[in-house]
């Protein structure tokens, strides 16, 4: 409900009425009839939904074919042209909403930068997609590793220095001069070596050795040239030595600007370097920026820039900084970050439009960005994003001329824009042919059907509804605007079940939002602050109906309406969602522990568990973050930090918090990182006695049913992996006696192996029967049983969680089985065209390539191996078929 991209006919049409929370929650009150708050008129003041934004993204209508084009590109391309490539994957992946992929295409941006600007823009960008994980810097240096990875460059050791040929300092004329010079400035003569004099540049040597007046003289008046007395000695002294002794800043800044005037490369040069040594601050930086781009000066620029984009974000809040970059001119940027212009702006004006995508600033270095694109690409997404920030602003003329720039490069999606332009001009059949028109051009895609919606009423809206989320279930308008349709009809089991569709897959915060009025409109508070406590664990932040209440007050007054819980009842109301795998009902009852329980650390710390369960990683690392500040001991702490630091991709610092925590005493939690961490880095046999030892001892040490039932089911994984089926179904069976649900799966396992499949299948029903959110369970009892029951189960899937891709492989296969060879790649397109999937991907080729079709199979690779570029088997694929290729 809360966009920042709206465009002003979604303004318009989806304005609230004044909503005045507090008249909401006043009935147990008697301060309002019943009969008035479920009036049609009350609901409709608050269950709204806004037009889904035009996103500022770059999307293809085809990604897996620019995927394969990059790819292909990689493949062939210079060295230097690398880092423009992994910064379009970069945006195709953002595009797509692939977090960890984008920043591992930032990565490879990083590792793949030639130049020291490219090094500086992407080396920020990962600081800045990184800041969340800022304290890690310090673990890794309490466990002596050196994190410096984002640290400042030493720029002049970056840049080469060129060699300048030296001037022939023979004196063109024939004539004898003196072997020495004097240059007099304001009366102080200060006496040079003429020919070393003469070798600095050729406007010297011609002063100095050619037929003008000035080379038959001794005595050279330079009092009109803007250099001191101690310049000139320092410019006479540099000519000897070819060094600079230390100076002052003012006195190089002098040097630098005689240097450019008299064309002394290599003093100018030297001049650069030694100013550039001297930015230690963003007030230097910003007084040396200006000079650096005057007089041409890349050493001195780039450390400047350098101590601008350390300070992501915060240093766009200075007016001085954005004045440099908005006022730089083509020249000019050329100085300040060489050819790496247009990925400088792509990263400020991302900062800048998560700032404020209506401001000055995100529009001038937006500006920029188009000034900056060179290939079609680059300006599909310059013009295609300063459209959408236009449109923001009502400057709907510029944003057309924008929009239609983008969509004549290629950019389809600006479509979108284009005819949300000409709805707001009341021409809303202008608006809904400009997207059948692209449907019946393209391979539609669900944000089509979903834009043109927009446009239409009735039956033919709902179909386009319906249509958008059978292309890309990941949509959150069409549920959004289904949802509050079936509330206004009264039907009000439908709107939650519709609501409920994409929140058991998606943990969006407008749907919570949306849920959350639908629980008021009820009267179900202890719903209503359910989801109001669970969005407030995802964003503390958060504001609702369109920004203007704190999410905080709305459960405050909500708070006022439900009966109060002690910590006894929390922790049975925990056992209880923990158990029945309901996760964001477990999350928001520690929440509602956290404000009285004295115990935070261990409550953040569930928190991050159940969070990285729900796939929101940030929210996960932030609440581990707490948990360690809010750590009640020593040996609590320092297991929190091996979770930050096991959960970052550093295993075996992890394990050294761990072993430093069970050094001081003997815990629960310290012995199960501990194993858990083994496990999963040591897959070597042998280890597995290690793992077993340190899971038995955890589970000897004082700790809840929650976590001892989680240490249960993964002392049976292990004891299944060794083999030894009969521990295993028993520590499965210790794990269900206190209610971890999650264990039904791996005692089916057990079933499974011990050829029963008739238990496994009946295990796995009661793990479904139990569970809030089970399509896991029944992906995983898929495997249990016969291949019509099976293709039950895995529609049944796919309806609850669309994403998970072995549903989709699957019914593929047994299509391909029954060489329905054009059903089954049809099958795998539908969830690639949301999904980018490595193993999708993989298969798809692989049918492209039985079926004799050479270059589908081919884009296929490629394109996974954008996705994952060490995929063995895709490796392999791609090879053979490449060489297939006339």
Known sequence: ?????????????????????????????????????????????????????????????????????????????????????????????????????????????????????????????????????????????????????????????????????????????????????????????????????????????????????????????????????????????????????????????????????????????????????????????????ELALEEGSPVLAASCLQVFLHELPECLNDEEVVKIFSNANEQQRLIMAGHASFSLYCLLSQVAMKADPRSEVTTCFLEKLVESAMDNRQKQLAFHQLGCVRLLRKEYHESECLFNAAYAAGHVYSIAGLARLAAIRGNKLLSYDMLSSVISFYNPLGWMYQERSLYSDGDIKWEDLNKATELDPTLLYPYMFRATYLMRKQSIEAALMEINRILGFKLALECLELRFCFYLALEDYRAALCDVQTILTLSPEYRMFEGRVAASQLRTLVWEHVEHWTTADCWLQLYDRWSSVDDIGSLSVIYQMLESDSSKGVLYFRQSLLLLRLNCPEAAMRSLQLARQHAGSEHERLV????????????????????????????????????????????DPSSFATVISLLEDALKCPSDRLRKGQALNNLGSVYVDCGKLDLAAERYRSALNIRHTRAHQGLARVHFLKNDRNAAYEEMTKLIEKARNNASAYEKRSEYCDRELTMADLQKVTELDPLRVYPYRYRAAVLMDGHKEKEAIEELTRAIAFKADVHLLHLRAAFYEHIGDVPGALRDCRAALSVDPNHQEMLELHNRVNSQEP
Not at 111 to 123: N, Q
Not at 156 to 169: N, Q, R
Request: proline share 3%.
């Open 1 to 289: 409900m809360r966009n920042l991209f709206l465009s002003d006919s979604s303004c318009k049409e989806t304005k609230l009425h004044t909503f005045n929370p507090q008249s909401w929650l006043q009935v147990e009150r008697g301060k309002l009839s019943k009969s008035s708050f479920h009036s049609p008129s009350s609901i409709e003041s608050v269950i709204k939904v806004a037009e889904p934004p035009v996103l500022p993204l770059f999307k293809p209508v085809d990604y897996v074919e620019v995927l394969a084009q990059i790819h292909e590109e990689l493949e062939s391309c210079l060295a230097h042209e690398r880092s423009n490539l992994y910064l379009l994957q970069f945006q195709v992946f953002k595009g797509l909403g692939e977090v960890k992929l984008l920043q591992r295409s930032l990565r490879c941006a990083f590792e793949k930068a030639r130049t020291v600007h490219e090094k500086l823009i992407f080396g920020a960008w990962l600081k800045y997609e990184k800041r969340g994980e800022e304290p890690i810097s310090d673990l890794l240096a309490s466990c002596r590793k050196c994190f410096q990875e984002f640290g400042l460059l030493d720029i002049a050791s970056e840049i080469p220095v060129e060699i300048v040929e030296t001037v022939d300092t023979c004196n063109s004329c024939g004539l004898h001069v003196s072997d020495s010079v004097c240059f007099q400035i304001r009366g102080e003569k200060i006496t040079c070596d003429r020919q070393k004099i003469a070798a600095l540049s050729t406007p010297f040597q011609t002063m100095l050795n050619g037929c003008f007046a000035e080379s038959y003289l001794e005595v050279i008046d330079m009092s009109e040239n803007g250099i001191s007395p101690l310049g000139m000695r320092v410019i006479g002294e540099f000519s000897l030595s070819g060094n600079l002794s230390d100076l002052s800043p003012d006195v190089l800044l002098e040097i630098l600007v005689f240097a450019n005037k008299f064309c002394c490369e290599r003093l100018k040069d030297a001049c650069d370097r030694k100013l550039a040594s001297l930015v230690s601050s963003r007030q230097d930086a910003i007084d040396l920026m």
């Open 640 to 683: 929190y930090e091996g979770w930050i630091l096991y959960d970052t991709g550093h295993c075996e610092e992890g394990l050294h918090k761990a072993e430093e925590s069970i050094s001081i005493q003997r815990s629960f939690e310290a012995f199960f990182l501990k194993a858990y961490a083994l496990a999963d880095s040591n897959l």
